[in-house]
């Protein structure tokens, strides 16, 4: 019973550790690194059924992308607009139509050398590539 308890504990531990070492690994994008690092390029976000959306962050505040490869246009408008901007350290963006014109902002972090996991401020999260510059 006595090695059973201690084996728990220490799985318990390495799970810990683990997870730790993990979040260490994806270094959170400050307000600085997300002008210099995702302003002024395409950003691929990776799609749940594969394939990627492209979206682009112009230098002039515009945020533009289209989901057309990805048959988008079968569900919803395929292409919109909107507009982009820092708060704290955070990406926020807000499209003409998408998400019902709802302003979101994201926590983004560095998982590669062009990759990237971004967290909305609804929970959700995905993955992205980070583009040529426009």
Known sequence: MMNYRL??????????????????????????????????????????????????????????????ALGLGRLAKPKDTGTWWVEGDQLCQKFQTWYKGQPMCFELYKTGENTLKWIRNNGQTGTARIGNSL
């Open 7 to 68: 084996l728990t504990i220490c799985i318990a531990l390495l799970a810990l550790t683990a997870a730790d070492s993990a979040s260490a690994a994806q270094e959170r994008y400050s307000a600085d690194d997300i002008r210099q690092g995702i302003v002024g390029r395409r950003i691929y976000l990776a799609a749940p059924m594969g394939g990627e959306f492209p979206l682009n962050y112009r230098l002039d505040g515009k945020v533009d992308g289209t989901g057309e």
